[in-house]
């Protein structure tokens, strides 16, 4: 089932300021708020597109402040600041039992909507997220590395890479003024033993980016998670395994 893709501008009043949010929408029934990291929204169209043609799911696909030219207020400068800023778009909507899903940067995202405990979220569905601190397994610092280099850490296979990039860059600039030069935050580990929404956390074994330890010890900070990787998958498992990711998110 496929509903109408159609992109809309929301201006949303929030502590940080007036946020422009850009967002594709397609519609249907149960709402699925897809959630991108740091190589842009073009990581999360396709399985967008995905899904909403294998169920009668509404896909919301934003682009977060900041990236892709998108302008972003002086004041949105934190994780959390953003999470509030998509719980406020589901408020606006007036949505409910809203799915949210993200990878990589937009997992980390993900698990501070979870902790904001808004009632129009059931389920979160962190893939391949980065944001908590595991001693002896760092977050792979993407500053510099070449398109051949990223294309290795972040795919089971990179021959099914673009031939010409390696993969999708990350905006490197739109990514750290949220998440600092870090990419993570020391107390989020801790501060998750608060969840109360369930939460899944699917990873491709193959990461180069957050490894398998790093996906384990993210669940493991979750009193409501279960824990599923994901065979021949590296950090995209959207782009490299859609359908196996597919059926992981419907398999609940």
């Given at each position: 089932?496929?509903?109408?893709?159609?992109?809309?501008?929301?201006?949303?009043?929030?502590?940080?300021?007036?946020?422009?949010?850009?967002?594709?929408?397609?519609?249907?029934?149960?709402?699925?708020?897809?959630?991108?990291?740091?190589?842009?929204?073009?990581?999360?169209?396709?399985?967008?597109?995905?899904?909403?043609?294998?169920?009668?799911?509404?896909?919301?696909?934003?682009?977060?402040?900041?990236?892709?030219?998108?302008?972003?207020?002086?004041?949105?400068?934190?994780?959390?600041?953003?999470?509030?800023?998509?719980?406020?778009?589901?408020?606006?909507?007036?949505?409910?039992?809203?799915?949210?899903?993200?990878?990589?940067?937009?997992?980390?995202?993900?698990?501070?909507?979870?902790?904001?405990?808004?009632?129009?979220?059931?389920?979160?569905?962190?893939?391949?997220?980065?944001?908590?601190?595991?001693?002896?397994?760092?977050?792979?610092?993407?500053?510099?590395?070449?398109?051949?280099?990223?294309?290795?850490?972040?795919?089971?296979?990179?021959?099914?890479?673009?031939?010409?990039?390696?993969?999708?860059?990350?905006?490197?600039?739109?990514?750290?003024?949220?998440?600092?030069?870090?990419?993570?935050?020391?107390?989020?580990v801790s501060r998750l033993?608060r969840v109360q929404v369930?939460?899944?956390?699917?990873?491709?074994?193959?990461?180069?980016?957050?490894?398998?330890?790093?996906g384990k010890a993210f669940?493991?900070?979750?009193?409501?998670?279960?824990?599923?990787?994901?065979?021949?998958?590296?950090?995209?498992?959207?782009?490299?395994?859609?359908?196996?990711?597919?059926?992981?998110?419907?398999?609940?």
């Open positions: 089932m496929t509903g109408t893709a159609h992109t809309e501008t929301h201006a949303l009043d929030t502590s940080a300021g007036v946020v422009e949010l850009t967002v594709r929408n397609r519609d249907g029934d149960r709402p699925f708020l897809l959630l991108h990291g740091g190589g842009g929204v073009a990581t999360m169209s396709g399985f967008g597109d995905l899904l909403a043609e294998r169920t009668s799911a509404r896909v919301l696909l934003p682009t977060h402040p900041g990236f892709g030219g998108t302008p972003r207020p002086e004041g949105l400068t934190s994780v959390i600041d953003l999470a509030r800023t998509y719980v406020a778009l589901l408020d606006l909507l007036d949505l409910t039992d809203v799915t949210v899903v993200g990878n990589s940067f937009g997992g980390w995202l993900a698990a501070e909507i979870a902790l904001l405990d808004s009632p129009r979220v059931s389920g979160v569905v962190i893939v391949n997220g980065i944001g908590v601190e595991v001693p002896g397994h760092p977050v792979t610092d993407v500053r510099g590395l070449s398109p051949a280099e990223l294309g290795r850490l972040s795919w089971h296979d990179p021959s099914k890479a673009p031939a010409t990039s390696g993969g999708p860059r990350p905006d490197v600039a739109a990514l750290i003024s949220y998440t600092g030069t870090a990419m993570s935050d020391p107390t989020l033993g369930p939460v899944r956390v699917v990873w491709g074994e193959s990461d180069g980016i957050v490894d398998l330890e790093y669940a493991a900070a979750i009193p409501t998670s279960t824990f599923t990787v994901l065979p021949r998958s590296g950090h995209l498992p959207q782009l490299e395994s859609p359908g196996e990711l597919l059926g992981v998110l419907l398999d609940r």
